[in-house]
């Protein structure tokens, strides 16, 4: 009776031990598998930030290169629109003096001719370079614009505006919008006592 109760006893133990050793392996695979679902939680939120960090470089990487393609195609078309402009800004001063030489009197009726040959060749050579896109800087009995024109001396008249040029020394030039040469000009200015008393 005593070893029946015994080997029960015994078994009983070992039930146990068995039912709690089932457990324990249950609660170690279900750590297991936590421990394994958070290093992947861990790993796919890092790959999502290498993804965005990626992405954002990408982005900006993209942006500078738009950028780079938009500032080289304006500087070609800067380029083609000013491309004759160091020769029409040459050929500016020998269009001067051949307009002072055919302006001035001719002593004789032969030299006469000649100068209405090169006057043909001045006015040619003109239209030339405005079809370029040269215009002269209309200076003459407007005001003085600091931008346009450049003052190389005062005188007072009083039958116009204080600021106006009374004379163009040297003829300024344009070129599209940009200006190849100032014109030299005489500017109106008016005493103090004149302008107070106005």
């Given at each position: 009776?005593k070893?029946t109760e ?5 078994v009983?133990e070992q039930v146990e ?10 609660d170690?695979?279900?750590q ?7 290093k992947?939680k861990?790993?796919?939120?890092k790959l999502e930030?290498?993804l965005?960090?990626q992405?954002?470089e990408?982005?900006k990487?993209?942006a ?14 800067k380029?083609?629109k000013y491309?004759?402009q160091?020769?029409v800004?040459e050929?500016i001063?020998?269009?001067?003096m ?9 002593p ?10 090169f006057?043909?060749i001045t006015?040619q050579l003109m239209?030339i370079?405005?079809a370029e896109?040269?215009?002269?800087i209309e ?5 003085f614009n600091?931008?346009?024109m ?7 008249c009083?039958?116009?505006e204080?600021?106006?040029v009374?004379?163009?020394?040297q003829?300024g030039y344009?070129?599209?919008?940009r200006?190849?040469?100032?014109a030299m000009v ?5 005493n ?7």
């Open positions: 009776m070893l015994e080997i029960k006893e015994e009983k031990t068995e039912t709690n050793g089932k457990e324990e392996s249950v170690t695979s279900k297991k598998k936590e421990k394994k679902d958070s992947f861990e790993q796919i939120a930030s290498e965005k960090e992405k954002n990408y982005l990487v993209f500078e290169m738009e950028n780079t393609k938009r500032r080289l195609k304006e500087e070609a078309i380029d083609r491309a004759s160091k020769v800004g050929l001063n020998p269009i001067d051949l307009t002072k030489i055919v302006n001035c009197e001719a004789t009726p032969e030299i006469a001719n000649y100068l209405i040959g006057k043909m006015t239209d370079l405005k896109g040269l215009s002269e200076a003459l009995n407007k005001e600091p931008n346009l450049e003052a190389m001396s005062t005188e007072t009083e039958d116009k204080d600021n106006i009374l004379k163009v020394m003829t344009m070129y599209k919008d200006i190849l040469r100032p005489v500017v109106n200015k008016k103090k006592e004149e302008k107070e008393e106005k």
